[in-house]
């Protein structure tokens, strides 16, 4: 049965940007990035003597390759100017603000007017097509609402949509099953992390969700084995959306049928990939930072974000008729790698190293300790309920395998201790996978 409102069956009149030819969508994006070079010199301080310094003004952009001439903006710039200080906007056409706390200190603020609000809807509406999800469908958004993007992008998004949406927001695992069973639940929005917990409870208690048929989650990185396990225990598709709240919440990027990618809504957001160290940009198809820029919004422009999330751009035709090029799913950020004994590690490596190994539920944690001015690393895994009854013998020959699995990725032996289903704490949003015990 196909479920896809994609060409040739006819799209959703909202998707017509996805589809443009690029000389179309590169002249459409020359033009919107020099208005908001305009409006960001204009009326953002902190633009406009950046720029003055490296001997610029909105004039000096005249192709689209000059973008990487502009200066950058990092999250530090959000926090020096905390609250209002890149708005470029006046505080009466501000109808939204957001926050986020980010990984560290005082939160960030983000502002929209109502024409950045019906961005946000369209490309979250984009986003919702592209995963085949469409009016008659029925939305369980379990997005946390509140200071957090994710509730009310995906909201707004599914409501333009025409689909029928619950604003359940995150937590209570019981109602969220309750809900899914009764309602007739059809396509569910949430952190890959929470999704699995609903789906074990659902498991559990023999929660009907058979009508579930579409996930779309972000907010967390999730490894491709993660998908899979997704995929094969709930019969679901899983799809991958990105954003981040400087740029405008979900719906920066999304996955398309193919799961080859996430389309960006290149229209609205114009990627660059650089080297993190030198902040050169790299060519296409290398690894590197993901650098946005938006090129619609009004109250709060951002110009060159430096997301700190690692992945490469992809320009191949993708098989779903999409123009829009992808990026690759993110499996890390620039700053949540960690080093144990000299070696490099980010967390989703592990990940990829438990999931490769059987009897193991997706459900782990990494504790970073220091003993005796050495780095440790442990790592806990939940073991299915009937590997936990199995005896010593192969609960030991298990711990092997992990460790064996860990080391061939990360080419280091570390600790791996198995622990009993349900004992590691399970997230509502996004997953907090790491602990670092090192300085106490
Ligand atoms: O997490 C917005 C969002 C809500 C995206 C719901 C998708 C779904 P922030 O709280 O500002 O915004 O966090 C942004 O989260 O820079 C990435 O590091 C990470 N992130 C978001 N989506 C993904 C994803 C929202 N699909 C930060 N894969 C970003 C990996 C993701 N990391």
């Known amino acids: 049965m196909s479920t896809w409102n994609d060409p040739p069956g006819g799209f959703h009149p909202v998707s017509a940007p996805d589809y443009l030819p690029r000389p179309q969508l590169e002249a459409l994006q020359l033009q919107r990035l020099q208005q908001v070079v305009w409006r960001s010199y204009d009326r953002v301080p902190l633009t406009q003597s950046r720029m003055t310094e490296r001997g610029l003004t909105p ?7 000059d973008v990487a001439r502009l200066p950058f903006t990092v999250k530090a710039d959000l926090r020096d100017t905390y609250p209002f200080g890149l708005f470029a906007s006046p505080m009466e056409q501000i109808v939204r603000l957001h926050a986020s706390s980010g990984t560290t200190g005082k939160p960030i603020v983000v502002a929209y007017t109502q024409a950045d609000l019906d961005v946000w809807s369209e490309v979250m509406v984009r986003a919702f ?11 369980q958004n379990a997005y946390g609402y509140g200071l957090f993007t994710g509730g009310l992008g995906a909201h707004y998004g599914g409501e333009a949509l025409g689909a029928t949406v619950i604003p359940i927001s995150g937590g209570n695992t019981e109602r969220q099953l309750m809900v899914m069973a009764d309602f007739g639940v059809t396509a569910i929005c949430c952190t890959p992390s929470y999704f699995l917990h609903l789906l074990e409870s659902a498991k559990e208690t023999k929660t009907d969700f058979s009508k579930l048929r579409v996930g779309i989650f972000g907010a967390e990185p999730w490894s491709d084995s993660m998908r899979e396990r997704i995929q094969d225990e709930s019969g679901i598709r899983a799809h991958d959306i990105y954003g981040l709240s400087e740029i405008i919440g979900p719906g920066v990027g999304i996955e398309c049928r193919e799961q080859r ?8 957001f114009y990627p660059e990939i650089i080297d993190p160290d030198t902040g050169e940009v790299l ?8 650098v946005l820029t938006t090129l619609s919004k009004q109250a709060m422009p951002m110009i060159r974000y430096r ?10 035709k993708c098989g779903c008729g999409r123009t829009l090029r992808r990026i690759r799913r993110i499996g890390r950020r620039s700053d949540d790698m960690f080093i144990i004994r000299g070696v490099n590690v980010f967390p989703s490596q592990v990940e990829t190293a438990l999931l490769r ?11 970073l300790t220091r003993e005796k001015g050495l780095d440790q690393m442990e790592v806990k895994v939940e ?5 936990f009854s199995d005896e010593i013998r192969k609960l030991e020959e298990l711990q092997t395998r992990l460790e064996a699995s860990i080391e061939n990725i990360l080419g280091i032996r570390v600790k791996v201790t198995l622990v009993q289903p349900r004992s590691i704490a399970r997230s509502e949003g996004k997953a907090k996978r790491v602990t670092d015990n090192r300085s106490q």
């Open 383 to 387: 073991v299915t309920p009937e590997v």
């Open 261 to 268: 990618g996430l389309h960006i809504f290149e229209d609205h």
């Open 307 to 316: 997301t700190r999330d690692i992945t490469a751009l992809v320009s191949d």
């Open 129 to 139: 097509v592209a995963c085949g999800v469409h009016r008659g469908d029925v939305i």
């Open 357 to 367: 190994v059987e009897g193991t539920l997706p459900h782990y944690a990494i504790v």
């Open 59 to 65: 004039a000096s952009i005249a192709s689209l390759a």
């Open 283 to 290: 060519p296409e198809g290398a690894e590197g930072e993901l």
